[in-house]
């Protein structure tokens, strides 16, 4: 399995610019987070979601929109980025089903730079 | 406000030493507690999962604990390793807001050799 799969690893972008990270999990996973991270702050909650076609916000979620079209995939778009939106960002699913344990799984992160 | 700190922001120990990482939250009511591992530039790796209803997990030289009347974790890492230096963030997710899981800022470890 590959777990959580986050597109594009690494993305510079000019202010004013949108751009979409793709994050795609195979586990079957209910729930799906979108974080970012940056220095000295942890990690922020901006959006998650609770199933296909529900979304909800985080602790900062201006600036971003996303969608769960599809069970397996969360989108986070940018419409109009800026440079304080440069940061990590990270997204994670954690399951419902039988044998839930609520383990949050990780993708490996996408650097966004606006300049 | 539902918080989880994790002092101190920094660490750095000879190696073979046995240390303990902290992680202090401010509600005892929550559904588990998790202790993940990061590499410079690097993603989350999880290290140890604790349910509500558990008091340890261990795995390896790894160690952690759950007091949740006091609203403390501890991770404790046994002969410490030049490899282990990382940074080690600890997850709550609460009862009540079940959803979401809250970070600490983490304890950036030195192991030097």
């Known amino acids: 399995n590959a777990g959580v799969t986050q597109t594009p690893k690494f993305r510079v972008l000019k202010t004013g610019q949108s751009m979409t990270l793709l994050c795609a999990q195979d586990m079957n996973h209910e729930y799906m987070y979108w974080y970012r991270q940056d220095p000295g702050m942890g990690l922020r909650l901006i959006h998650y979601s609770v199933g296909e076609g529900t979304t909800a916000k985080g602790e900062v979620p201006d600036g971003y929109n996303v969608s769960r079209l599809k069970k397996q995939n969360f989108l986070l778009g940018l419409e109009s980025a800026a440079p304080s939106q440069t940061s990590v960002y990270f997204c994670a699913s954690i399951n419902r089903g039988l044998g839930y344990t609520g383990e949050l799984f990780f993708g490996e992160g996408s650097r966004l730079t606006v300049l | ?113």
């Open chain 2, 1 to 113: 406000k539902q918080e989880v700190t994790q002092i101190p922001a920094a660490l750095s120990v000879p190696e073979g030493e046995n240390l303990v990482l902290n992680c202090s939250f401010t509600d005892s009511a929550i559904y588990n507690l998790q202790w993940f591992r990061q590499d410079p530039g690097k993603g989350l790796t999880s290290l140890l999962l604790i349910q509500s209803s558990q008091r340890e997990q261990t795995s390896g030289r790894l160690n952690a604990s759950l007091d949740k009347s006091s609203g403390r974790s501890t991770l404790y890492i046994a002969a410490s390793q030049p490899g282990d230096s990382a940074t080690y963030l600890c997850a709550v997710r609460f009862s009540g807001g079940y959803q979401k899981v809250t970070f600490g800022t983490g304890t950036k470890l030195q192991v030097i050799p």
